[in-house]
């Protein structure tokens, strides 16, 4: 259509070549590593209809007595339900505790059952890159380490617009990302036309086109992955900040990123929100936090705002 192509020439305008390398840091619990290594899901919902997924297919089991043994299970699994969050926290205070991540970006994941519940991202000092990338159990025995070196080929920036006003609450609100990863074959080369066709094939473009201007979308960086080591690490990677998240607009976002994420079918897609952290605020002051909390009786996922 013809908006679409419209859409497509402002991101190609407003493109700015990649100026930076980043070190990204994805950590995952040592059992949630291992569940998304081997994924067989199954989730129960309030209506008593539980859908069995896994990474191929998906159907709706529903009250018969031939599948009593599924219920059964999706039962004990929604009882369970807890356990991620422990997991989540671990990695949490992991990540916190590590001297090696308190520059730069840490960046903890906003729904429930995300692979990597936890990401960094740093620039690496004066240009310099690290000696070496850490191994997976440099985090202990309970957090699986993965770390990859990243060149910034695009960075993107939308058209310029009046921005809505804001009020001291919502600028002290902390920056989220939608972050989208794909991984290619091992030793397959990747021609210079598909890093071109980067906004298309990547999901850029459909956020561009479809998120809400109420989150505040500041702008897309496309990444690829420096070297052919770490093949468990993501090939690419998109970015995109939001710096206008609200407990108000914080549902369309997660819904966003959920039908993103139907529509595709592929490539890991996750929504992260950035940590204000007292080192990391220019005036020295702790600014508010979106937090999640669990519907414990319907399991959904939601975002509040401290106070």
Known sequence: TRSLRVKFQEMERKEEPGQHCVVISLMSSVK???????????????????KYSSSTQTEDITTDTGNKNKIQQAQHQRGR?????????????????CHKFRQGRLLEGLERGAEFPVIHLSLPVNNVLPPSILPHDALGDTTV??????????R???EMQEPPPSTPRQKNNPKCHILIGFKT??????SEDIEYRWREWTGALYIYCNISEELGLSHVTFYRKRGNTH????TYLVVAQ??????????????????????????YISVYKELNRMSDDDDGNSSNALYT???EENGNHFLTVND
Request: proline share 3%.
């Open 185 to 190: 074959i091992q030793g397959m080369e990747v």
């Open 81 to 97: 339900r807890g356990s991620y969050y422990e997991y989540h926290l671990t990695c949490m205070e992991t990540a916190q505790q």
């Open 231 to 234: 093949p468990s690490m993501f």
């Open 32 to 50: 949630q590593y291992a569940k998304h290594n081997n994924t067989q899901e199954v989730k129960a919902t309030p209506t008593q209809k539980f």
């Open 156 to 158: 993107w920036y939308p």
């Open 145 to 154: 380490l993965q770390q990859g070196v990243y060149d910034e080929l695009v």
């Open 242 to 267: 939001l710096d206008s998240v609200t407990q108000t607009n914080s549902l369309h976002l997660l819904d966003f990123v959920y039908r993103m994420r139907i529509r595709r079918g592929s490539g």
């Open 293 to 295: 909390y669990e519907d």
